[in-house]
């Protein structure tokens, strides 16, 4: 069965860290770009960022350039996500979910159930 | 950044309405645009990619359309399964969704 699955989630103080995980399973993960897209509670789908099969292009939101960092193992086939100077803003669900390709065309097929993360004093 | 606007915002139809959702992006995308599901404490679920092809699994009632700036999801004969709130995401340039659909039972 195709899986992803997210953990690492919490509640932390506004200015520190937090790094979530991904585990994939059921797919070939090193063919695949990866994504992290959040959930304010009550708001909208947003895109935090993504990463190549090899590391080697990563894109964030603005929102979060310089703070958060994104990575991949792909040996333990697992995806990465570095939170710091997090801020009371930062508070949502965490989705990992893959990239697939058809063509020039992508689009997230396979998403997790998502991680809390929680940014409050 | 590319942006990403959708309407209505919310909108209440009956079971075997038709339902039209409308997406428009700040520049032309071309129709790399894609369409999610999303239902309260689930992850979204992909309908529809490339503005019209069908992923695989997804109900015939649901349609896509659109290139350029301009795209719309339709879902002919409403079901009860189909209550939800809907996402465009853009995949021309970085990704960027727009700000959901809500679609309630009248």
């Known amino acids: 069965e195709v899986q992803l699955v997210e953990s690492g989630g919490g509640l932390v103080q506004p200015g520190g860290s937090l790094r979530l995980s991904c585990a994939a399973s059921?797919?070939?993960?090193?063919?695949?770009?990866l994504s992290w897209v959040r959930q304010a509670p009550g708001k909208g789908l947003e895109w935090v960022g993504n990463?190549?099969?090899?590391?080697?292009?990563?894109d964030y939101v603005d929102s979060v350039k310089g703070r958060f960092t994104i990575s991949r193992d792909n040996a333990r086939n697992s995806l990465y996500l570095q939170m710091d100077s997090l801020r009371a803003d930062d508070t949502a669900v965490y989705y990992c979910?893959?990239?697939?390709?058809?063509?020039?065309?992508?689009?997230?097929?396979?998403w997790g159930k998502g991680t809390t993360v929680t940014v409050s004093s | 950044d590319i942006q990403m606007t959708q309407s209505p915002s919310s909108l209440s139809a009956s079971v075997g309405d038709r339902v039209t959702i409308t997406c428009r992006a700040g520049?032309?995308?071309?129709?790399?645009l894609n369409w999610y599901q999303q239902k309260p404490g689930k992850a979204p679920k992909l309908l529809i990619y490339?503005?019209?092809s069908f992923q695989s699994g997804v109900p015939s009632r649901f349609s896509g359309s659109g290139s350029g700036t301009d795209f719309t999801l339709t879902i002919s004969n409403l079901q009860p399964e189909d209550f939800a709130t809907y996402y465009c995401?853009?995949?021309?340039?970085?990704?960027?969704f727009g700000q959901g659909t809500k679609v309630e039972i009248k």
């Open positions: 979910a893959r990239e697939t390709y058809w063509g020039s065309y992508y689009y997230l097929d396979v």
């Open positions: 059921g797919f070939t993960f090193n063919n695949h770009w």
């Open positions: 990463i190549k099969q090899d590391g080697s292009e990563k």
């Open positions: 520049q032309s995308i071309s129709n790399y």
């Open positions: 490339a503005a019209s």
């Open positions: 995401q853009q995949s021309y340039s970085a990704r960027t």
